[in-house]
């Protein structure tokens, strides 16, 4: 997708430097800066910073984490401690762990001189895969919004929350790619995007990656879905996820739970859209999803553009109040009216997903 006209991939190896380059989203929407991976220390940093984030976008990184662990040294051991520790840096998007085996899997049987090629041939098919499985979401998303636009001949608004645009993914984003080929196709359309507290994806990723592609949005508070739904201003709502388990439930970021319940009670349809890479096929149970709990200082604190060119940070809580900050939360499949995958679209249900993914 385009920033300032040009197009962009949110993360790909340079073999000039033989570093891996990512849009540093930590900065983002006041200064866009590309910044250099050159080991395994800076991806799992990068991921438990946030610089990179987004289910799809934090696997990929992994992946290209592993191919710096081997460029570092490549025995066997540090590559196995490097890769637990990938995995480590964030708990909830279930992709990270599938990016890392997946590599690791291929490089198993593998000689150590060849080890570097191989494990980024494997990176680069991840991220290549992500590319054209956004895509397809996005071409079956678009059903959705064409069905919807051929009764109301008037334009469809979209509730989003958090970031699941083309910044999470490698490009075109999941939630995100229904609305960029409904955009593409001439379909008035017009977003709804939750600010996203604390860490205001929304805010500052959604509605900047809109913006640049010429998609008309307006930013809400979070709390303000549930009131443009009772007054029929929500048409549909498109979430991405971190982690799906086989029985449909949804597991993304906090207030997507309220989110879908709003959605349910004014019969505004709430559709989840992934990659395949984000189903979690072994968890049974929504309870043993690890959700990640996150600095306070999320909270309590805030980043701003400080005059021109000065990105700063400000307390804005009494510094003595305890706060919680958890990452994620879990809608229970009966909330979801559909998921759409790159495969098409099924129920939120372990006979849709079975039988769309011959599981
Ligand atoms: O904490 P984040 O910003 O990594 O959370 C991201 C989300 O919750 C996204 O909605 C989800 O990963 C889907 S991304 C395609």
Redesign the pocket.
């Known amino acids: 997708m385009r920033i300032e006209g040009k197009n962009y991939k949110t993360i790909w190896f340079d073999k000039n430097s033989k570093n891996v380059k990512i849009i540093d989203q930590t900065k983002l929407p006041h200064e866009f800066k590309i910044k250099e991976l050159e080991t395994v220390k800076d991806a799992i940093n990068a991921i438990k910073v946030?610089e990179v984030?987004?289910?799809?976008l934090?696997g990929a990184t992994a992946a290209f984490g592993i191919v710096l662990a081997i460029k570092e040294n490549n025995d066997l051991n540090f590559i196995k401690k490097s890769s637990e520790e990938l995995v480590k840096a964030r708990p909830t998007?279930i992709n990270l762990q599938w990016a890392v085996h997946r590599v690791n899997n291929k490089i198993s049987m593998i000689k150590s001189e060849k080890l570097f090629d191989v494990a980024l041939n494997e990176a680069e098919l991840i991220c290549d895969e992500d590319e054209k499985f956004s895509e397809k979401i996005g071409k079956n998303g678009l059903k959705i919004i064409e069905e919807i636009y051929q009764k109301k001949k008037n334009t469809i608004n979209i509730l989003t929350h958090?970031?699941?645009g083309w910044l999470?993914?490698i490009d075109w984003?999941?939630a995100t790619s229904p609305i960029y080929h409904a955009h593409k196709k001439g379909i008035p359309i017009h977003i709804w995007v939750d600010e996203t507290r604390p860490?205001n994806?929304g805010a500052n990723l959604t509605s900047y990656e809109l913006n640049e592609e010429g998609v008309p949005n307006t930013i809400i508070a979070d709390n303000t879905g549930g009131i443009l739904m009772q007054r029929g201003q929500v048409d549909m709502c498109i979430?991405?996820?971190?982690r799906t388990l086989s029985n449909g439930d949804v597991c993304?970021?906090i207030g997507t739970y309220l989110k879908a319940l709003a959605a349910y009670d004014n019969n505004v349809p709430f559709y989840v859209a992934l990659p395949s890479s984000t189903i979690d096929w072994n968890l049974k149970d929504s309870r043993d999803i690890p959700i990640e709990e996150r600095d306070t200082k999320e909270l309590s604190h805030i980043d701003g553009m400080l005059g021109e060119n000065k990105i700063d940070s400000v307390q804005i809580y009494p510094k003595k109040s305890k706060a919680m900050n958890l990452?994620f939360d879990v809608t229970p499949a009966k909330y979801v009216t559909s998921l759409i995958t790159e495969k098409g679209i099924c129920d939120a249900s372990k006979d849709g997903l079975k039988k769309l993914f011959n599981k």
Do not use: H, S, W
């Open positions: 946030m984030r987004g289910a799809p934090i998007a958090c970031n699941a999470a993914t984003g999941t860490r994806q979430v991405g996820t971190d993304n970021k990452a």
